[in-house]
């Protein structure tokens, strides 16, 4: 069966310095893995995804995330944070029981602050 | 390209009633799938449509039901309604069924039960 784990549910950067959340995943298969990012009061938006085309994926507003399966990691970076980043965080892989369905880690409050 | 739609953003019911949650995915999209999402459990998967077909159902009670229409358009139906359903429900549309089709969400109906 798939799970992901995500590392510390609370981050806290500065503006301006390097933002890392991690995620660890767990599945018998090639996995498909995924990170979303929820803003208050809104539905998540997909920031990339990895389908084994590359280990490194470039995402939308700076970014990207490495594939480790000798590490079963695939940990989120931004060289940069920005304030309008805050927001919640959450990595997710493709469960083998069905398509379009989603195991979701716990998900990381990123805070940043000024 | 309009998103995914869902009405209503805000429910209040009581516990016993039953409640009827909308979703229209993105213009040729034919896959929804629903979610549910509360501070102690998570992002949950509900279950997964498409071509007017359950496809797929997470470890829910019988108590959640839902349907597709032939426009793709979906309905979620929660009966007897309990304090716990409380939570903000996701609907979420993808182009097709595949283990790495990203999935668009809608911004939640949020369901209070008192």
């Known amino acids: 069966a798939q799970s992901v784990t995500q590392l510390g549910s609370h981050v806290s950067v500065s503006e301006g310095a390097l933002v890392l959340l991690r995620c660890n995943y767990s599945?018998?298969?090639?996995?498909?893995l995924f990170w979303y990012v929820q803003y208050p009061n809104q539905g998540l938006q997909l920031l990339l995804k990895y389908t084994s085309a590359a280990t490194l994926v470039k995402g939308i507003n700076g970014f990207e995330a490495e594939f480790k399966k000798s590490e079963t990691s695939f940990h989120l970076t931004k060289p940069s944070a920005h304030m309008s980043d805050a927001a919640e965080y959450f990595c997710a892989v493709s469960s083998a029981g069905g398509y379009n369905k989603l195991i979701f880690g716990a998900g990381t409050r990123l805070a940043v602050h000024p | 390209k309009a998103g995914v739609t869902q009405t209503p953003r805000y429910l209040i019911k009581t516990r016993g009633q039953q409640v009827t949650l909308s979703c229209s995915p993105i213009?040729?999209?034919?896959?929804v799938s629903w979610y549910q999402q509360t501070p102690g459990q998570g992002l949950q998967f509900l279950f997964e449509?498409?071509?007017?077909?359950?496809?797929n159902k997470g470890n829910f009670p019988g108590r959640f039901s839902g349907r597709q229409f032939s426009n793709s358009r979906s309905e979620m139906n929660v009966s007897t309604l309990e304090l716990g359903d409380s939570a903000l429900y996701l609907c979420?549309?993808?182009?097709?069924?595949?283990?790495?089709?990203?999935?668009?969400f809608g911004n939640g109906t949020r369901l209070t039960v008192t």
């Open positions: 599945s018998s298969v090639p996995p498909y």
């Open positions: 213009s040729g999209h034919r896959s």
């Open positions: 449509y498409f071509s007017e077909t359950q496809r």
């Open positions: 979420a549309s993808s182009l097709r069924q595949s283990l790495d089709s990203p999935l668009h």
